[in-house]
């Protein structure tokens, strides 16, 4: 019977076989998951974030565990384009999934510089356009926060990023996220992912410091879901639904229940972050409880609940 | 990627707990077995490999048998897996057995001390890079601090295994006598070479214990013990080899008397680790890049979390 059910979508220009992603920063290059899951059966895979230059990231710790959540401050440490191409755009070029590259850096220059190199490459669907992480000294969160920068940011990324499809990754840590989604909406994007991770700390009592080196994190998992949901909507109602914008929908998915709630409030696709690191598999298990979901409650094609919050 | 013909080289699977036994104030053994694919993948673990386990569907024991300096902190819920390395590993007909030794310190391994026989549970691994033996070495020094001893017992019974020629020392130092990981000496504890811990003994392999407040063994640092006894043997620096696993400032100090030994030493790092296996670029450990004065992260699991001390820029 779930055979029968339509699990694709249409996500921009894409044709996706089923809505569910691996998010960006819980994956690697999709490399290291192929001992636990089989990728190609995956909607979309995003990869790490990739810098102009190498990254070598902050010190350690960089991550902590919180009550259903953990936070991170990696801060971006990453191979750099020139080794992204030489060693994993063949292992990506493997893939039969969509893949979307996620870029970042510290000036718009950076991400234009990225994006330009790759856009020609056949491997690569599209990009993810990361304004939103809050873990590093320069750029990221700084471009999010700032509706004028999204536009101007985005208008220049649209402009390299030629054909492929152009996704930027929203922050939370923002006072009315419908604004920089506008922003960016209106400069050219052709999706939306939300929500990065909240900038948090947790305080080792003993020492009376953070646990973390980078002393902030960006929390994620369990934990923020509702407030993705909630933000997903919203954005949803007041920026995407009458422009037809796809939203991808993460934070704190973990099974297919979460997913279908991220669905019903908007979003067209969902991507697994944090879960990944718990149930490396559990990409594989959303899907199948996608399509048992529709079983149970008649949906016939999964495009029917995007969005169908009453 | 798999090895087909072999079966998985790792995986994330099921395992069953078969027992689970207290062997000191805070230590226990947790015995797992694996069968089918898991049981192929494990067989070939390496010492100084982990796996990492779900622990988060596992009820507290009660209250009562918490310490009290835990209760607080054992009330945490859990999300992450848990990193732990292998004490010892034996296959038999198609099922192998795995050993972990553990200390009950925090949220995740109070409830471990819960897994009875006959439960179950989800295990990624094996993981990371485990020892490596050079060709040539006839005289091995296994230096353990606190809870690092694990995977250095599981190396004595593969070395005495494989290398039947070399000799083997084990050195294990903690706080106090109750911070040992070990079933209780069973011989007279002097400072000198004895058979006196079971778990080295029965490889033929003798120990010095060494405590910081002189409880049992040497009275002061391991790493000062183990000094002292490489001052009074004249051992050729080519021919030994040392292993080492304890907390990092520790391991620090094995590297700096490796260097003026010109000793090779192998050590087992730890990192927080939110996956294990190499995806989220948690574990970072920072190294020398051969030859010249710069640096770079390698990651503890998957790089790791065996390392050459020439290579690695301690924090602690
Ligand atoms: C490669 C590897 C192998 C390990 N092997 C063993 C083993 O054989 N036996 C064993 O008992 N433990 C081992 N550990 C450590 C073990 O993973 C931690 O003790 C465990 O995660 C604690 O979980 P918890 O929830 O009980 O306590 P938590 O509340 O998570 O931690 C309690 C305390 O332990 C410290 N801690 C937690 N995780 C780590 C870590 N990864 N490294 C250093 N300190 C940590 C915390 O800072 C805290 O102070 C290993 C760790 C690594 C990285
Ligand atoms: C360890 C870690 C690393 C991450 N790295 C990146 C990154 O490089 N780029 C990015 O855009 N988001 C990164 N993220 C954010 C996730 O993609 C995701 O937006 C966030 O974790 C919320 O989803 P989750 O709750 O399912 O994890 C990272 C998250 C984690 C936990
Ligand atoms: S723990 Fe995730 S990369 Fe090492």
Redesign the pocket.
Known sequence: MSELIDVSVEFSRLKLANPVFTASGTCGYADELADFTNVNQLGGFITKSITAKLRQGNDTPRVV?TDSGMLNAIGLANIGLDAFIQEKLPIIAKLTVPVFVNVAGETIDDYVAVVQRLATEQAIAGFELNISCPNVAKGGLSFGTDPAQVTEITSAVKQAAGEKVLMVKLSPCVTDISVIARAAVEAGADALSLINTFTAMVIDIETRKPVLANKTGGLSGPVIKPIAVYLVNKVYNEVTKERGIPILGLGGIRTASDAVEFIIAGATAVAVGTANFVEPNCTTKIIEGLKRYCTSHNITNIKELIGSLG | MTNESFGPNKGMFDAAVFANKQIGQRFYRLGLEFSADAAAAFAKASPGQ?AELD?SGIALPPVEGIAEDLRD?SE?K?LLR??????DVSSHRGKTKVE???????????R?TALSAGKSVSVIGPL?NGFRMPAGKKMVLLVSGG?GA??LIHLAKTLTADCPDVEAIAFAGAKTKTELPFEKPTDEISQQLGFSLHEFARFGVESVLATDDGSIGYQGLITDCFSKWLGQRSLLARDAIIYSCGPEKMLARMAKIAEDKKIDCQI??????ACGFGVCQS?AVKCKVNGSGETLYKL??KD??VFDTREVIFSA
């Open positions: 565990e | 982990f622990l902190v945490r859990i848990r990193p732990f390395s292998f004490c972990i030794l553990y200390c009950a310190l925090g949220p995740a391994t109070l471990m990371g809870m694990g995977p087992s790092m730890e990192r927080m680790m574990c503890c699991c790791g979390p």
